[in-house]
Antibody, heavy 123, light 107 residues
Framework: EVQLVESGGVVVQPGGSLRLSCAASGFTFDDYAMHWVRQAPGKGLEWVSLISWDGGSTYYADSVKGRFTISRDNSKNSLYLQMNSLRAEDTALYYC????????????????WGQGTLVTVSS | DIQMTQSPSSLSASVGDRVTITCRASQGISNSLAWYQQKPGKAPKLLLYAASRLESGVPSRFSGSGSGTDYTLTISSLQPEDFATYYCQQYYSTPPTFGQGTKVEIK
């Protein structure tokens, strides 16, 4: 059974930093690209970032580019999101999500999602 | 970025009703469209991809159609467990973008 379990969400002040983690199990982690997708309270879904299966390629939404860094450790079946210079508008539930496509070409849609970890940016 | 617009934003329906949700892209997306269902407090669940292909394990009462810029999700006979919010998402170009959601409520 595929499982994605996020952690690390807390209340942080504007301008602060935070690192989210996602522990994956039930599939061959290093075969798949992985994503972060967020959802502000009561709002819709926003794609945040992608990392390729080997960590060699990363992509970001314009809203987080230069502030967030996605990474992965395939030896630990783990995905990360380093979030710096946090703003109130970054307040959201952050989901890690598995790309549907196995291999080098991600498809940018998602067949498994974690339950999310809540990041609140507030003074 | 490609903008995705869903309609309606919400609807009320009864068990057994046929429900249709529309998703319009700001440019052609060549059937690179997925639909997700999200229940309160839960993660989204993939229902369909490639506009009309049913994800494994998803009931056949869900179907999708469309082409170019206009796509629809149809629930042929609404069941109690289908009351949820539905999102479309294009993956034709980066960044992938979602519609604003359609909340299906009990009449």
């Amino acid at each position: 059974e595929v499982q994605l379990v996020e952690s690390g969400g807390v209340v942080v002040q504007p301008g602060g930093s935070l690192r989210l983690s996602c522990a994956a199990s039930g599939f061959t982690f290093d075969d798949y690209a992985m994503h972060w997708v967020r959802q502000a309270p009561g709002k819709g879904l926003e794609w945040v970032s992608l990392i390729s299966w080997d960590g060699g390629s990363t992509y970001y939404a314009d809203s987080v580019k230069g502030r967030f860094t996605i990474s992965r450790d395939n030896s630990k079946n783990s995905l990360y999101l380093q979030m710096n210079s946090l703003r109130a508008e970054d307040t959201a539930l952050y989901y890690c999500a598995k790309d549907i496509s196995r291999g080098v070409a991600p498809r940018y849609y998602f067949d498994y999602w974690g339950q999310g970890t809540l990041v609140t940016v507030s003074s | 970025d490609i903008q995705m617009t869903q309609s309606p934003s919400s609807l009320s329906a009864s068990v057994g009703d046929r429900v249709t949700i529309t998703c319009r892209a700001s440019q052609g997306i060549s059937n690179s469209l997925a639909w997700y269902q999200q229940k309160p407090g839960k993660a989204p669940k993939l229902l369909l991809y490639a506009a009309s292909r049913l994800e494994s394990g998803v009931p056949s009462r869900f179907s999708g159609s469309g082409s170019g810029t206009d796509y629809t999700l149809t629930i042929s006979s609404l069941q109690p467990e289908d009351f949820a919010t539905y999102y479309c998402q294009q993956y034709y170009s980066t960044p992938p973008t979602f519609g604003q959601g359609t909340k299906v409520e009990i009449k």
